[in-house]
């Protein structure tokens, strides 16, 4: 009955504070105009921790009933988000509470912000759950890795409808302001639910808000105020550290700002963050560097599949300087006999992921060296994973993957429960078409155990999956952990 679910629904907004106890009869009659409803009357039943996502399935199966959307996952999440807007404080009321807590601390600011985030249902923390999460342990440390099962499937109405759809380029793209508020429509999600908080870094507006697909803890975006492409220069070194010194309990970090090595948006200046340490952080420096003009700055090599160089030092302007010195010369690099060439036929290829962070009174910048040359052999990338190992990953290896985190297709799910019954009945993957692509990987490494039975037959798979994204990292380091590749990366370092 929709006065129940209503009630349930106004109680989770006044348990989570989302609701304060004044407005009480406003959020009922947002919630009944969207119902279409004229009347109300309070059931008798009372009701405490209230679960967000029963009530709304009840609201949404309601809104179905009644005709107001089509029962498909496109139409439910689109309305469902109308439907908790009716919760939500207006953006100013956010913005003036969380620089009010961050008068108290940076942390106090984010806890506040990030469990706003999840009570509104913009992170939607039952999806979140189905996350598949493990970590395997590596000659570089603890990896972690995730399946995605977070996002919605595609939704066949939904597709359908899309195609029919007038284009709009409203929002221009996901991560512009314009997002905050908006109803979405079936090819652009909605974000009524949505709140971000703005802030300046490098004399400019930028915006600080969470990823609704979390991957890690806290995991936030940061985004220029403008619709403006992404790009590795001395500026973005600057930000990356003006935020930092906003909030030093923070990681901040870039994609890299071409194809193949980049994220998946290059067209919006943004970066990503969050509370949380990454094997790469955890990683120790192998050898130490000194560069001519910075002997006062700490540098080193990172013992990492990636090819990366630390450098650390209290002033955070030291290195801004010296980040800037290593792009320049790194853009313009070319080693023949380490198949490292700055540019092909005018197109450029050497860029940089950098990751800011501070530990205790001491700024660190780490740059990871990115090189994206395709050839006939590697046509998607020579610091790509290699396509014996797409069958687990294909996709970029961009930031998150860089720091230590593989985030995998949820298709994965599927195909290793499927794969496990394989392995478990003696039948050979390469029969089923849906797992033909693993084959050779499950003959190679099925030797290795002597007992494989119904109890750790998953466990297997995982610890497998896992080495086989240590070896995609391994793939997308220009120079190798090997005598030879780091003779490679010296020789760059000396022309610093």
């Known amino acids: 009955m929709l006065n129940n679910s209503i009630k349930k629904l106004v109680q989770y907004g006044l348990e989570t504070g989302l609701v304060p106890a004044c407005e009480r009869n406003y959020t009922i009659n947002l919630l009944l105009d969207l119902?279409?409803?004229?009347?109300?009357?309070?059931?008798?039943?009372?009701?405490?921790?209230?679960?967000?996502?029963?009530?709304?399935?009840?609201?949404?199966?309601?809104?179905?009933?009644?005709?107001?959307?089509?029962?498909?996952?496109?139409?439910?999440?689109?309305?469902?988000?109308?439907?908790?807007?009716?919760?939500?404080?207006?953006?100013?009321?956010?913005?003036?509470?969380?620089w009010k807590e961050y008068d108290k601390s940076p942390e106090t600011a984010t806890d506040f912000f990030y469990k706003l985030s999840q009570d509104s249902d913009y992170i939607r923390r039952y999806r979140i759950k189905k996350d598949r999460k493990w970590t395997v342990d590596s000659p570089y440390g603890t990896i972690d890795i995730t399946i995605n099962l977070s996002k919605p499937e595609k939704d066949p109405k939904a597709i359908?409808?899309?195609?029919?759809?007038?284009?709009?380029?409203?929002?221009?793209?996901?991560?512009?302001?314009e997002n905050e508020g908006y109803a979405g429509r079936l090819n652009h999600p909605a974000r009524e639910n949505h709140r971000i908080i703005p802030i300046t870094?490098?004399?400019?507006?930028?915006?600080?808000?969470?990823?609704?697909?979390?991957?890690?803890?806290?995991?936030?975006?940061?985004?220029?105020?403008?619709?403006?492409?992404?790009?590795?220069?001395?500026?973005?070194?600057?930000?990356?550290?003006d935020f930092v010194k906003l909030f030093p309990h923070y990681f901040l970090g870039s994609n890299a700002d071409l194809p193949i090595v980049g994220g998946s948006i290059l067209s919006h200046d943004h970066f990503q963050g969050g509370h949380?340490?990454?094997?790469?952080?955890?990683?120790?420096?192998?050898?130490?560097?000194?560069?001519?003009?910075?002997?006062?700055?700490?540098?080193?090599?990172?013992?990492?599949?990636l090819s990366v160089l630390r450098i650390r030092h209290r002033d955070e302007k030291r290195l801004i300087d010296l980040a800037s010195h290593v792009l320049e010369n790194w853009r313009g690099y070319t080693d023949a006999d380490a198949f490292v060439f700055a540019e092909t036929d005018g197109e450029p290829h050497n860029t940089i992921t950098?990751?800011?962070?501070?530990?205790?009174?001491?700024?660190?910048?780490?740059?990871?060296?990115?090189?994206?040359?395709?050839?006939?052999?590697?046509?998607?990338?020579?610091?790509?994973?290699?396509?014996?190992?797409?069958?687990?990953?294909?996709e970029n290896i961009g930031?998150?993957?860089?720091?230590?985190?593989?985030?995998?297709?949820?298709?994965?799910?599927?195909?290793?429960?499927?794969?496990?019954?394989?392995?478990?009945?003696?039948?050979?993957?390469?029969?089923?078409?849906?797992?033909?692509?693993?084959?050779?990987?499950?003959?190679?490494?099925?030797?290795?155990?002597?007992?494989?039975?119904?109890?750790?037959?998953?466990?297997?798979l995982q610890e497998e999956v896992g080495q086989v994204f240590v070896k995609v990292l391994e793939?997308?380091?220009?120079?190798?952990?090997?005598?030879?590749?780091?003779?490679?990366?010296?020789?760059?370092l000396a022309t610093l």
């Open 354 to 394: 950098p990751i800011a962070r501070k530990v205790g009174d001491t700024f660190e910048l780490d740059l990871t060296l990115r090189n994206n040359i395709t050839t006939e052999e590697h046509p998607l990338g020579v610091y790509h994973p290699h396509a014996e190992y797409h069958h687990i990953k294909k």
């Open 35 to 98: 119902f279409r409803q004229d009347d109300y009357e309070e059931p008798a039943e009372e009701y405490e921790n209230v679960d967000l996502e029963e009530t709304l399935g009840e609201l949404l199966d309601e809104a179905v009933k009644r005709g107001l959307i089509e029962d498909s996952i496109g139409y439910r999440d689109l309305f469902d988000t109308k439907i908790m807007n009716c919760l939500m404080p207006r953006p100013a009321q956010v913005q003036e509470k969380f």
């Open 160 to 177: 359908a409808a899309a195609k029919n759809a007038k284009q709009s380029s409203y929002p221009k793209c996901l991560l512009c302001m």
């Open 276 to 305: 949380y340490t990454f094997a790469m952080a955890k990683a120790p420096m192998e050898e130490s560097v000194t560069i001519p003009g910075y002997e006062d700055v700490e540098a080193g090599i990172v013992h990492w599949p």
């Open 475 to 492: 793939d997308a380091g220009v120079y190798k952990c090997t005598p030879e590749g780091r003779a490679a990366f010296r020789k760059f």
């Open 201 to 241: 870094i490098n004399d400019s507006g930028w915006g600080f808000q969470y990823s609704p697909y979390v991957y890690y803890n806290e995991h936030c975006i940061v985004f220029n105020g403008q619709h403006v492409p992404m790009k590795i220069e001395r500026n973005a070194f600057v930000k990356l550290f």
């Open 399 to 460: 930031l998150i993957e860089v720091m230590g985190l593989a985030v995998l297709p949820a298709r994965l799910k599927d195909e290793l429960e499927l794969l496990a019954s394989y392995i478990l009945e003696g039948r050979d993957p390469a029969e089923n078409e849906m797992l033909q692509k693993h084959a050779d990987w499950v003959k190679d490494f099925l030797p290795k155990y002597k007992d494989i039975n119904q109890d750790n037959v998953m466990d297997i």
